[in-house]
């Protein structure tokens, strides 16, 4: 199994910056895909940003520009860090993983963002 530990977030004033990180441990071998989602209140959750292995990335086109995922395979550890937040990036993000064959490997518990304006 794949344990997924998630450290950040918290609240910030509108323009300002977060970083979030996720560490996942375990049986991790063939993990290619790591990355973030997030759930607003009422809504579905949504990606955010993913990257491979290689180090290819998928933004949301809401935080494209503003956010910057990275990942230290060596650690095998993800990174967010969001710039420019606004008041609508305010949600629960949760990080993941996926096999090289796409099956979702895991989940981490969640970290809450809170942008205020």
């Known amino acids: 199994q794949v344990q997924m530990a998630e450290s950040g977030g918290g609240l910030v004033q509108a323009g300002g910056s977060l970083a979030l990180s996720c560490a996942a441990s375990?049986?991790?071998?063939?993990?290619?895909?790591m990355g973030w989602y997030r759930q607003a209140p009422g809504k579905q959750r949504e990606l955010v940003a993913i990257?491979?292995?290689?180090?290819?990335?998928n933004y949301a086109d809401s935080v494209k520009g503003r956010f910057t995922i990275s990942r230290d395979n060596a650690k095998n550890t993800v990174y967010l860090q969001m710039n420019s937040l606004k008041s609508e990036d305010t949600a629960v993000y949760y990080c993941?993983?996926?096999?090289?064959?796409?099956?979702?490997?895991?989940w981490g518990q969640g970290t809450q963002v809170t942008v205020s304006s």
């Open positions: 993941l993983s996926r096999y090289s064959g796409g099956a979702l490997a895991s």
């Open positions: 375990g049986s991790i071998f063939s993990i290619n895909v």
């Open positions: 990257i491979t292995r290689a180090g290819n990335t």
